[in-house]
């Protein structure tokens, strides 16, 4: 832990940083945090992973606790990126890709990314969660599962989403990644290419970067 941040670094030197936040029910630690940071790390990328308060406070007494108000987690996660000192790229995997996006423009981030965005609660299409997305001004790129419950691609297709925000489709894959048996596909497997499209749309926005991931 670095100043309240988990930090996952390449071995040589980083081609961009990434302030990486958790969803709403798994650690920044979780299974899934830790094989996205060490795939994104094996690619040059450094990924800072930090916890809202109420993931802290489970934390340090044990219980669970719900996610804190949209306005506490928005506030944390502005104070969080300050506290780097410099322009990062910001991203989370479900609630805090969401986070996420809802405060990329106002911040001097270079992009946005979110693995496995909350379009809407399972089962209940209806209340989606994409109205900021329409204006969204900073690029932005949403990785996610063709069998997420979150939003599959015939749901997204019909959102109304900035020009600025991209979509990458992982076949098969669930809210965390997981593909069906059949394809004979992992989870690692598809980490590792949510990995390869995260860090082509980060060097794309990086001037002088290599290219290749």
């Not at 040589?12 to 958790?22: F, N, S």
Request: some cysteine; hydrophobic content about 40%.
């Amino acid at each position: 832990m670095i100043q309240d941040f988990l930090e996952t670094r390449p071995d040589g030197t980083a081609r961009a940083t990434l302030l990486l936040a958790h969803g709403a029910g798994a650690p920044m630690d979780s299974d899934f945090m830790n094989l996205l940071a060490t795939a994104l790390a094996r690619r040059g990328i450094r990924v800072l992973r930090f916890e809202f308060p109420y993931m802290a406070q489970r934390r340090e007494g044990g219980s669970k606790r719900p996610p804190n108000p949209m306005p506490v987690l928005r506030a944390h996660f502005l104070e969080r990126y300050a506290s780097l000192g410099e322009p990062a790229f910001i991203g989370g995997k479900s609630m805090g890709g969401r986070v996420a996006s809802m405060v990329a423009d106002e911040l001097d981030a270079l992009g946005v990314l979110c693995f496995g965005y909350p379009f809407h609660p399972p089962g209940r299409p209806e209340r989606t969660r994409t109205g900021h997305l329409a204006g969204l001004v900073r690029p932005g790129l949403v990785v996610q599962g063709t069998r997420d419950p979150f939003g599959k691609p015939e749901e997204v297709a019909g959102y109304d989403l900035s020009a600025q925000l991209r979509v990458h489709w992982l076949e098969s894959g669930d809210h965390d990644f997981k593909p069906l048996r059949r394809t004979g596909l992992t989870q690692a497997q598809l980490v590792e290419q949510a990995a390869d499209a995260a860090c082509r749309f980060m060097m794309g926005l990086t001037p002088g970067a290599p290219q290749s991931c």
